[in-house]
């Protein structure tokens, strides 16, 4: 099966209210296209990566009461698990399709993604696109665009990894739901493997 692209219906499963009802079209509408992506463009990653890559679906088992605001596939370096680690995304909230590079607070790798913000700051604020964005919070579907940014913004970000447990960085693209492109699966993952290659070295400095 080839990977179709994402519908009206997919972003609208994050309107179902309730935690179950929305967990049941999630589970039977959404995360099988989820899966297919994880599959389809892991030798992608891998390749760029120089290692496995691993994707690992979110499955959003802690919840009890809040249904879901998002939901992704991630890709990771180890089989376990990614949130430990830098790892890629591709998700949609309600709004929109993220496309993702991050280092969330379960990763100690936030302190070695800090220094090289410090000291690559400037080179930063040059190689990555403009229309590419930044957040310090992966629950929120909001962020800054990367031309409202200064090289200052990202040492404060640094500063923000290196003191507040909490902290974590992303950054990449997002696709609002009324893309045409995001209903072209073949222009989709295009897409996509253009930001993780454009990702790759903020990716690789994390380590």
């Given at each position: 099966m080839t990977f179709q692209g994402f519908t009206s219906q997919d972003f609208d499963v994050f309107t179902v209210p309730g935690l179950e009802a929305r967990m049941e079209v999630l589970i039977s509408e959404l995360r099988p296209k989820l899966t297919e992506l994880g599959t389809t463009l892991t030798p992608y990653l891998s390749a760029i990566c120089g290692e496995e890559m691993y994707p690992h679906v979110a499955k959003h088992a802690r919840r009890t009461v809040n249904p879901p605001h998002d939901s992704w596939v991630a890709w990771g370096n180890s089989k376990r698990g990614y949130k430990a680690l830098p790892h890629f995304q591709?998700?949609?909230?309600?709004?929109?399709?993220?496309?993702?590079?991050?280092?969330?607070?379960?990763?100690?790798?936030?302190?070695?993604?800090?220094?090289?913000?410090?000291?690559?700051?400037?080179?930063?604020?040059?190689?990555?696109?403009?229309?590419?964005?930044?957040?310090?919070?992966?629950?929120?579907?909001?962020?800054?665009?990367?031309?409202?940014?200064?090289?200052?913004?990202?040492?404060?970000?640094?500063?923000?990894?290196?003191?507040?447990?909490?902290?974590?960085?992303?950054?990449?693209?997002?696709?609002?739901?009324?893309?045409?492109?995001?209903?072209?699966?073949?222009?989709?993952?295009?897409?996509?493997?253009?930001?993780?290659?454009?990702?790759l070295p903020l990716y690789k400095a994390s380590f």
């Open positions: 591709v998700g949609l909230f309600s709004s929109h399709v993220f496309i993702i590079m991050a280092v969330i607070y379960e990763s100690s790798n936030k302190l070695i993604l800090a220094k090289y913000l410090k000291k690559h700051a400037d080179e930063l604020k040059k190689n990555i696109p403009d229309y590419f964005y930044w957040s310090m919070d992966h629950m929120d579907a909001g962020g800054t665009l990367h031309k409202d940014l200064s090289s200052t913004n990202f040492k404060e970000y640094a500063e923000k990894l290196q003191s507040v447990k909490k902290s974590e960085l992303l950054c990449g693209l997002r696709i609002e739901r009324e893309d045409p492109i995001l209903k072209d699966g073949t222009q989709l993952l295009e897409r996509i493997e253009q930001t993780f290659e454009t990702l």
